[in-house]
Protein backbone atom coordinates (compact mmCIF):
# COMPACT_ATOMS: atom_id res chain seq x y z
CA UNK A 1 0.00 0.00 0.00
CA UNK A 2 1.46 3.48 -0.96
CA UNK A 3 2.36 6.27 1.23
CA UNK A 4 0.58 9.43 1.10
CA UNK A 5 3.70 11.14 -0.12
CA UNK A 6 4.06 8.07 -2.34
CA UNK A 7 0.48 8.44 -3.98
CA UNK A 8 1.28 12.61 -4.19
CA UNK A 9 4.76 12.25 -6.12
CA UNK A 10 2.57 9.90 -8.61
CA UNK A 11 0.17 12.81 -9.07
CA UNK A 12 2.90 15.84 -9.34
CA UNK A 13 4.21 13.43 -11.66
CA UNK A 14 1.15 13.23 -13.82
CA UNK A 15 0.47 16.86 -13.93
CA UNK A 16 4.03 17.09 -15.35
CA UNK A 17 3.56 14.93 -18.47
CA UNK A 18 0.27 16.49 -18.92
CA UNK A 19 1.22 20.26 -19.21
CA UNK A 20 4.97 19.57 -21.08
CA UNK A 21 3.35 16.83 -23.91
CA UNK A 22 5.01 14.07 -22.14
CA UNK A 23 2.97 10.72 -23.79
CA UNK A 24 3.17 7.37 -21.28
CA UNK A 25 5.29 6.09 -24.35
CA UNK A 26 7.61 8.77 -23.73
CA UNK A 27 8.33 8.69 -20.21
CA UNK A 28 8.57 4.63 -20.41
CA UNK A 29 11.68 5.35 -23.06
CA UNK A 30 12.90 7.96 -19.95
CA UNK A 31 12.69 5.52 -17.75
CA UNK A 32 14.47 3.12 -19.20
CA UNK A 33 17.22 5.08 -20.81
CA UNK A 34 17.33 5.95 -16.82
CA UNK A 35 17.53 2.35 -15.91
CA UNK A 36 20.51 1.57 -18.38
CA UNK A 37 22.75 4.78 -17.16
CA UNK A 38 22.34 4.18 -13.71
CA UNK A 39 23.11 0.39 -14.54
CA UNK A 40 25.77 1.47 -16.09
CA UNK A 41 27.07 3.89 -13.30
CA UNK A 42 26.28 1.97 -10.18
CA UNK A 43 28.10 4.42 -7.99
CA UNK A 44 26.68 7.53 -9.74
CA UNK A 45 22.89 8.82 -8.21
CA UNK A 46 21.20 9.89 -11.78
CA UNK A 47 19.52 13.05 -11.28
CA UNK A 48 16.38 13.30 -13.44
CA UNK A 49 15.99 11.25 -16.77
CA UNK A 50 17.12 11.50 -20.20
CA UNK A 51 15.18 13.40 -22.59
CA UNK A 52 14.15 10.97 -26.04
CA UNK A 53 15.80 12.52 -29.22
CA UNK A 54 11.58 12.78 -30.45
CA UNK A 55 11.92 15.39 -27.82
CA UNK A 56 15.04 17.02 -28.15
CA UNK A 57 14.27 17.47 -31.58
CA UNK A 58 11.09 19.64 -30.96
CA UNK A 59 11.58 23.76 -31.32
CA UNK A 60 11.55 25.78 -28.13
CA UNK A 61 8.01 27.75 -27.85
CA UNK A 62 8.36 30.49 -24.81
CA UNK A 63 4.75 31.56 -25.17
CA UNK A 64 3.88 27.72 -24.96
CA UNK A 65 6.02 26.64 -22.50
CA UNK A 66 4.49 29.73 -20.42
CA UNK A 67 1.17 28.57 -20.48
CA UNK A 68 2.04 25.14 -19.82
CA UNK A 69 3.83 26.23 -16.68
CA UNK A 70 0.69 28.30 -15.72
CA UNK A 71 -0.94 25.43 -15.89
CA UNK A 72 1.20 22.66 -13.88
CA UNK A 73 1.49 25.65 -11.51
CA UNK A 74 -2.54 25.52 -10.97
CA UNK A 75 -3.00 21.76 -10.90
CA UNK A 76 -0.16 21.34 -8.34
CA UNK A 77 -1.62 23.79 -6.76
CA UNK A 78 -5.21 22.38 -6.58
CA UNK A 79 -3.51 19.10 -5.65
CA UNK A 80 -1.67 20.52 -2.80
CA UNK A 81 -5.30 22.78 -1.69
CA UNK A 82 -7.29 19.53 -1.74
CA UNK A 83 -4.94 17.71 1.00
CA UNK A 84 -4.66 18.29 5.11
CA UNK A 85 -2.31 17.94 7.00
CA UNK A 86 0.63 17.85 4.99
CA UNK A 87 3.90 17.38 6.10
CA UNK A 88 6.72 18.86 5.24
CA UNK A 89 8.21 15.99 3.28
CA UNK A 90 5.07 15.51 1.68
CA UNK A 91 4.48 18.85 0.47
CA UNK A 92 8.03 19.08 -1.08
CA UNK A 93 7.07 15.89 -3.03
CA UNK A 94 4.67 17.54 -4.87
CA UNK A 95 6.24 21.30 -4.82
CA UNK A 96 9.38 20.47 -5.97
CA UNK A 97 8.29 19.28 -9.26
CA UNK A 98 7.91 22.64 -10.41
CA UNK A 99 11.32 23.84 -9.87
CA UNK A 100 12.59 26.64 -7.65
CA UNK A 101 10.22 29.70 -9.24
CA UNK A 102 7.13 27.87 -8.42
CA UNK A 103 7.83 26.71 -4.85
CA UNK A 104 6.68 29.97 -2.71
CA UNK A 105 3.49 30.59 -5.24
CA UNK A 106 2.53 26.43 -4.51
CA UNK A 107 3.43 26.90 -0.26
CA UNK A 108 0.80 29.97 -0.34
CA UNK A 109 -1.67 27.91 -1.82
CA UNK A 110 -1.29 24.76 0.51
CA UNK A 111 -0.86 27.66 3.45
CA UNK A 112 -3.97 29.35 2.49
CA UNK A 113 -6.13 26.39 2.44
CA UNK A 114 -5.13 25.19 5.33
CA UNK A 115 -3.95 21.91 3.98
CA UNK A 116 -0.42 22.00 6.32
CA UNK A 117 0.14 20.04 9.28
CA UNK A 118 1.46 22.00 12.44
CA UNK A 119 4.94 23.10 12.60
CA UNK A 120 5.31 22.11 8.64
CA UNK A 121 5.63 26.12 7.89
CA UNK A 122 8.48 26.26 9.98
CA UNK A 123 10.96 24.91 8.06
CA UNK A 124 9.12 25.05 5.07
CA UNK A 125 9.01 29.26 4.83
CA UNK A 126 12.57 29.66 4.98
CA UNK A 127 13.52 27.09 2.16
CA UNK A 128 10.50 28.64 -0.10
CA UNK A 129 12.71 31.83 0.26
CA UNK A 130 15.73 30.70 -0.63
CA UNK A 131 14.43 28.43 -3.36
CA UNK A 132 14.08 31.18 -6.23
CA UNK A 133 16.63 33.84 -7.20
CA UNK A 134 14.30 36.61 -6.04
CA UNK A 135 11.65 35.53 -3.46
CA UNK A 136 9.76 38.86 -3.28
CA UNK A 137 9.13 38.63 -7.04
CA UNK A 138 6.63 35.65 -6.48
CA UNK A 139 4.80 36.67 -3.37
CA UNK A 140 3.96 39.83 -2.33
CA UNK A 141 5.11 41.39 1.00
CA UNK A 142 1.89 40.60 2.67
CA UNK A 143 1.75 37.13 1.41
CA UNK A 144 5.41 36.75 2.55
CA UNK A 145 5.13 38.66 5.82
CA UNK A 146 2.01 35.87 6.60
CA UNK A 147 4.30 32.82 5.91
CA UNK A 148 6.74 33.96 8.35
CA UNK A 149 4.60 35.30 11.25
CA UNK A 150 2.98 31.68 10.67
CA UNK A 151 6.41 30.03 10.98
CA UNK A 152 7.78 31.86 13.57
CA UNK A 153 11.42 33.08 14.00
CA UNK A 154 13.56 30.24 12.99
CA UNK A 155 17.23 29.90 12.39
CA UNK A 156 18.11 27.02 8.88
CA UNK A 157 14.58 26.17 9.03
CA UNK A 158 14.09 24.91 12.84
CA UNK A 159 12.38 26.91 15.55
CA UNK A 160 14.71 28.90 17.44
CA UNK A 161 14.84 32.06 20.58
CA UNK A 162 14.79 35.09 18.72
CA UNK A 163 17.94 37.27 19.27
CA UNK A 164 17.28 39.49 22.61
CA UNK A 165 19.48 43.01 20.96
CA UNK A 166 19.68 44.49 17.54
CA UNK A 167 21.55 42.59 14.71
CA UNK A 168 23.95 44.57 12.77
CA UNK A 169 23.39 43.49 9.16
CA UNK A 170 24.43 44.63 5.44
CA UNK A 171 22.73 44.40 1.96
CA UNK A 172 24.37 45.28 -1.58
CA UNK A 173 21.74 46.33 -3.81
CA UNK A 174 20.99 49.27 -6.01
CA UNK A 175 19.15 52.43 -4.70
CA UNK A 176 15.32 51.53 -5.18
CA UNK A 177 16.33 47.87 -4.01
CA UNK A 178 17.67 48.56 -0.76
CA UNK A 179 14.38 48.18 1.52
CA UNK A 180 13.92 44.41 -0.14
CA UNK A 181 14.40 41.30 2.83
CA UNK A 182 17.58 39.60 2.24
CA UNK A 183 20.22 40.66 4.20
CA UNK A 184 23.39 38.86 5.52
CA UNK A 185 25.49 39.37 8.96
CA UNK A 186 28.31 39.75 6.42
CA UNK A 187 29.93 42.84 5.32
CA UNK A 188 32.22 41.33 2.56
CA UNK A 189 29.36 39.10 1.23
CA UNK A 190 27.56 42.02 0.62
CA UNK A 191 30.04 43.98 -1.03
CA UNK A 192 30.43 41.05 -3.38
CA UNK A 193 26.65 41.13 -4.02
CA UNK A 194 26.81 44.99 -4.95
CA UNK A 195 30.19 44.20 -7.05
CA UNK A 196 28.30 41.98 -9.17
CA UNK A 197 25.48 43.82 -9.71
CA UNK A 198 25.55 45.26 -13.94
CA UNK A 199 25.91 49.38 -14.39
CA UNK A 200 24.85 51.06 -12.83
CA UNK A 201 25.86 49.01 -9.93
CA UNK A 202 25.06 48.49 -6.70
CA UNK A 203 26.19 49.70 -3.26
CA UNK A 204 26.38 48.25 0.61
CA UNK A 205 23.52 49.51 2.64
CA UNK A 206 23.57 48.83 6.23
CA UNK A 207 21.07 48.95 9.72
CA UNK A 208 20.41 47.69 12.94
CA UNK A 209 17.38 45.24 12.65
CA UNK A 210 15.74 44.74 16.27
CA UNK A 211 14.48 41.50 17.04
CA UNK A 212 11.15 42.43 16.39
CA UNK A 213 11.95 43.20 12.76
CA UNK A 214 13.31 39.10 12.09
CA UNK A 215 11.96 36.40 10.31
CA UNK A 216 14.72 33.91 10.06
CA UNK A 217 18.39 33.86 9.64
CA UNK A 218 19.64 31.46 7.12
CA UNK A 219 23.14 30.02 7.17
CA UNK A 220 25.35 27.68 5.30
CA UNK A 221 22.67 24.81 5.05
CA UNK A 222 21.22 26.69 2.04
CA UNK A 223 22.93 29.12 0.41
CA UNK A 224 26.04 29.84 2.52
CA UNK A 225 24.82 33.46 2.71
CA UNK A 226 25.01 34.01 6.43
CA UNK A 227 21.35 35.42 4.94
CA UNK A 228 19.01 37.38 7.14
CA UNK A 229 15.11 37.86 6.42
CA UNK A 230 13.94 40.95 7.83
CA UNK A 231 10.79 42.87 7.55
CA UNK A 232 12.09 46.26 6.64
CA UNK A 233 9.14 48.94 7.27
CA UNK A 234 10.47 51.70 9.30
CA UNK A 235 13.92 50.41 9.30
CA UNK A 236 16.95 53.46 8.94
CA UNK A 237 18.58 52.58 6.34
CA UNK A 238 22.08 53.93 5.04
CA UNK A 239 24.43 53.55 2.90
CA UNK A 240 27.47 51.65 4.69
CA UNK A 241 30.25 53.98 3.94
CA UNK A 242 28.28 56.78 5.47
CA UNK A 243 28.36 55.25 8.91
CA UNK A 244 31.74 53.82 10.24
CA UNK A 245 29.63 51.98 13.03
CA UNK A 246 27.53 50.24 10.83
CA UNK A 247 30.52 49.45 8.51
CA UNK A 248 32.18 46.62 9.58
Known amino acids: ?16 DQTSGITPAMRAEMERLAAEEQAAHPDQKIAGLPIPPEMAAT ?29 AQE ?12 YPQLL ?19 DAWSMPEYPQ ?23 AERPTTPVRV ?22 RFANRLPPPGGQVWATLAPPGALF ?6 HRGEAEV ?4 RGLKIVPAEENDELRR
Open 91 to 102: WKRVALIDGRNG
Open 170 to 191: WRGAYPWKRRWWSWTTSCERAE
Open 137 to 159: EWLTARQWRALFDAAGFTVDGEP
Open 216 to 221: AMIGES
Open 59 to 87: SYDPEADRKRTAKRRRLLAGLLSEQRNLT
Open 108 to 126: WAAYSAGALAPGAIAELAP
Open 1 to 16: MRTRAEWLGAQALEIL
Open 229 to 232: VLDS
